[in-house]
């Protein structure tokens, strides 16, 4: 005669919760499969070229060729480019344009960050090895947020947009400092629309979570990033301030884009969670209230230091 297993109400209602959020979370239909985005031999055509003025003095006159690198789209993500920086001809600051030709781009790479050495080191080494691989004109700059308060990364980012903006750079790429792109085609210059760079993201299987996900690693003029006032100095600690900010991009009519997923693969480095903001429901529900007086206009900070390493430009804030 067999056993006969009996099971509580509650164990079979965990059983069942298990099961359902098993299915949620390996179900490929919850992801946004089906999205608009540009093709490879589209991307080029709508990108902005525009450079800062001191670059586009230079007297070179022969412009970069970015045909090539958009065609075959290399997989860089492996040895040596992980291990060392390959010839480095980094300029002081973490600044670097080719010298053989006139790159049709400048653009900031902003990182926010705070006590993550080992993920930043694996970031300088990769990203200048891509990025210079990419013959653009760009330059790192760290802001790193040196309080004990909750991090406040749209903070971090409109402060690093400002100084990036007093430097004239007319594009601005902000991103985490746990992502790294795999294809070299995937150029680091902004496009017409703002954009999602990192829509096909390995921890989500290179799908995409939901169409209205703006955040990890985004693209956008500076004068887009003006027009809605940066993003909100609000979300202390993990969550909501992307959302807000799509939600910014939406109020002044501006839609965003994505390149095609053979260009937009990431990988995101191994790193603990931040503290979720409690109040982050709340300020994203009202936050239409708050998109003219929170953001750029309203930025307030202190900065402790300012210094021009080899690899990058690092701010040091209290917010």
Not at 100 to 106: A, G, H, N, Q, T
Request: one cysteine or more; aromatic letters at 14%.
């Amino acid at each position: 005669m067999g056993v006969k297993l009996r099971f509580s109400p509650r164990q079979i209602y965990g059983f069942v919760a298990y099961a359902g959020l098993m299915v949620f979370l390996l179900w490929p239909g919850r992801f946004a499969s089906r999205y608009e985005y540009i093709e490879g031999e589209e991307i080029y055509d709508q990108l902005v070229r525009k450079t800062t003025k001191n670059v586009s003095l230079m007297r070179n006159g022969v412009r970069c060729d970015y045909s090539d690198v958009i065609e075959e789209n290399v997989y860089l993500y492996r040895r040596p480019f992980t291990e060392e920086i390959i010839n480095n001809n980094i300029r002081l600051g973490g600044e670097w344009y080719p010298e053989d030709c006139l790159p049709s781009f400048s653009t900031a790479v902003i990182i926010p960050y705070r006590q993550r050495e080992q993920q930043l080191n694996q970031f300088l080494i990769y990203m200048h090895n891509f990025l210079r691989r990419q013959r653009i004109h760009y330059r790192i700059f760290i802001i790193e947020q040196y309080d004990p308060k909750p991090f406040n990364r749209a903070k971090l980012f409109n402060i690093g947009a400002l100084i990036a903006m007093k430097l004239d750079y007319p594009c601005l790429v902000m991103q985490d400092v746990d992502l790294l792109p795999l294809h070299l085609g995937h150029l680091y210059a902004c496009s017409q629309q703002p954009r999602h760079m990192c829509s096909s993201l390995d921890v989500f299987r290179y799908n995409l979570p939901y169409k209205g996900l703006f955040g990890g690693a985004i693209a956008i003029q500076s004068q887009q990033f003006l027009k809605v006032n940066g993003m909100s100095n609000m979300f202390s600690g993990w969550g909501g301030e992307d959302d807000d900010f799509y939600a910014r991009l939406q109020n002044k009519e501006i839609d965003i884009c994505r390149f095609s997923p053979d260009f937009s693969r990431y990988t995101m480095l191994k790193h603990h969670k931040e503290t979720p903001n409690k109040d982050r429901v709340a300020f994203l529900r009202n936050g239409h209230l708050r998109y003219h007086t929170d953001g750029l206009n309203s930025l307030v900070y202190k900065e402790v230091g300012f210094k021009m390493h080899n690899l990058f430009t690092h701010v040091l804030v209290e917010t």
